[in-house]
């Protein structure tokens, strides 16, 4: 394998399939997607996005991604578009030059494009790129329109930009991050022993829990978390990405009082001997200056008791979400899932549960021979850790209870069914992380720089094809020779 293709730079997830049962896994691509063809469209009428226009030809678009989007307010990529749109009217495939074709899900594929235009520094987007005969045939239009409406909402440091949206007469584009880290699927494979330290999951659960934290916030059931969904950035922090399964909802953020918040977390180990399992703390203890006459020095004094006094806190957890269908990945799936039960926001936390085992030991807990021993496994075998890790020391016995906490089987005594990621911050696994600051902590892994040139004679030595001819006389069609878009 050559440097090039060492680099896994797949924004959409390369292992989505629909509706198969019989497909082989293989060590890269292990995870198949299951999802019946009724799509999501409960509550949808309700959605807090349905009101959103997300047009790029009046202005509107702009106004809303541009001027709302405060973390992403100064990047540069923002000035490239616009400069673009101020002298053309409008974003377009012939601005573009593709330069490699990153990955395919179940609705697109995804290319790594450059901007051109006559700046200093190279502009590179993550372009998805959809036939919209194909989304229309497989009755996949609804999902496609779904995750541009989310992404379009999107504002947080974890979860991925939507800079642009424009379409020919056969396809639709999405302009998004590039990520040159690739994702934590492939960073796993190249540890020791094919797994993280705890440290190293630690510091990506608590990233992947401030997204689901925020989509939660925002209305979105995320459905399709596992490694392949989270990329690295080039600064070493991830990414949610894919959205096409998400279901949208109402939430009703509360404030509520909660007294002695981690009294609850026994941990089962009786050797464990972290003063978080002896000693209930609080996430927030603030306190009053006090100034001492005698001394004439200020001291701290605490505001409240904390044996006796509660703490306020926000809990925006979209409970009332419902939906009956059957989307997801086999080995990610929950039990309310698969036995047909309904489900809401609580997948997301059985989700998380998989997540943080797979990073921890290297594979998933329920994965059997096929799809349908991992499906019968996941309802009906209880869940068991592996006596070593190969590489490394055992986990400690913190995780090991969050993870039991999160895949329960019974969604409603799952770790955040009710006040969602409030709850799970609170577990001991979590002590030490400074959220409000996380994204000043150093990542365990930092990904090498990208070299364009590499890209630049890879594209060189290509065979040559021109997009397809639908988009022949399409004013936006690409002059020249470029890669071919090829469609899942």
């Not at 986990?395 to 990621?421: C, M, N």
């Not at 021109?466 to 399409?474: L, S």
Request: glycine letters at 8%.
């Amino acid at each position: 394998m050559n440097d090039l293709e060492s680099v896994h730079l797949s924004f959409s997830d390369l292992s989505t399939v629909t509706g198969s049962d019989s497909s082989s896994p293989t060590e890269m691509n292990p995870k198949k997607n299951a999802e019946e063809e009724e799509e999501d469209k409960e509550g949808s009428e309700h959605s807090i996005l349905s009101s959103i226009s997300y047009s790029s030809k009046d202005g509107v678009f702009r106004n809303l991604s541009y001027r709302s989007k405060p973390h992403k307010g100064n990047d540069f990529r923002w000035e490239a578009i616009q400069w673009v749109k101020d002298k053309d009217g409008e974003l377009g495939l012939r601005h573009f030059r593709v330069l490699k074709k990153l990955g395919f899900g179940d609705i697109g594929s995804v290319y790594l494009a450059e901007l051109k235009v006559g700046m200093m520094r190279k502009c590179l987007f993550a372009m998805k790129v959809m036939d919209k005969g194909m989304l229309v045939g497989r009755k996949k239009l609804h999902r496609a329109e779904t995750e541009r409406q989310i992404l379009g909402i999107l504002d947080h440091p974890f979860l991925p930009t939507l800079y642009s949206h424009f379409e020919t007469e056969k396809v639709s584009c999405l302009l998004m991050e590039f990520c040159s880290g690739g994702d934590l699927h492939l960073l796993r494979q190249r540890q020791p022993g094919k797994h993280f330290t705890e440290q190293a999951a630690r510091f990506y659960a608590s990233e992947v829990l401030l997204s689901l934290e925020y989509l939660h916030m925002m209305g979105v059931v995320y459905r399709d978390l596992k490694p392949e969904n989270v990329l690295v950035r080039e600064d070493g922090h991830i990414m949610l990405s894919d959205f096409d399964l998400s279901l949208r909802c109402l939430v009703k953020p509360t404030l509520e009082n909660k007294s002695n918040p981690n009294s609850s977390y026994n941990i089962e180990d009786p050797s464990c001997k972290f003063s978080v399992c002896i000693e209930p703390t609080f996430c927030f203890k603030p306190r009053l200056f006090k100034f001492n006459s005698k001394s004439s020095k200020l001291k701290w004094e605490p505001m409240f008791s904390t044996k006796q006094e509660s703490v306020p806190e926000l809990v925006v957890e979209p409970t009332t979400a419902r939906s009956n269908s059957f989307v997801g990945t086999h080995e990610y799936l929950s039990p309310e899932i698969i036995r047909g039960d309904g489900h809401g926001s609580a997948v997301d936390w059985w989700t998380f549960g998989i997540f943080l085992y797979e990073l921890i030991y290297g594979k998933t807990p329920f994965k059997g021979i096929g799809n349908r021993e991992t499906l019968f496994n996941i309802v009906g075998q209880p869940l068991k850790f592996p006596s070593n890790i190969s590489g490394s020391s055992s986990s400690s016995a913190l995780s090991t209870d969050l993870i039991k906490r999160l895949l329960s089987k019974d969604p409603q005594k799952r770790l955040g069914f009710k006040r969602g990621a409030t709850e799970i911050k609170q577990h001991p696994f979590f002590e030490g992380v400074n959220w409000a600051l996380i994204r000043g902590d150093k990542p365990p892994n930092v990904p090498e720089p990208i070299d364009l040139s590499l890209l630049s004679s890879g594209m060189n030595s290509c065979k040559k094809t021109t997009v397809p001819k639908c988009d022949e006389g399409d004013s936006n069609s690409s002059s020249g020779s470029y890669l071919e878009f090829e469609f899942f």
